[in-house]
């Protein structure tokens, strides 16, 4: 699973970095990387859920 949340991570990232250059799209840029970002802490806190033995919803 620490893979699939730096993956998300990671491309968080190149799209921010992709919206400071392209203004014309930014806001939706930046949005998907929001999206992805919380999906990655989704995943954070449900492997830290697994790891104390406490199912995930």
Do not use: K, N, Y
């Not at 699939?4 to 919206?19: K, P, S, V, Y």
């Not at 203004?23 to 930046?30: F, W, Y």
């Amino acid at each position: 699973m620490d893979d699939a949340i730096e993956f998300l991570l990671e491309r968080a990232e190149e799209l921010r970095e992709l919206a400071q250059a392209a203004p014309e799209i930014a806001a939706d840029l930046r949005h998907m990387a929001d999206a992805l970002d919380a999906a990655a802490g989704e995943l954070h806190r449900e492997a830290g859920s697994q790891s104390r033995g406490t199912p995930a919803d």
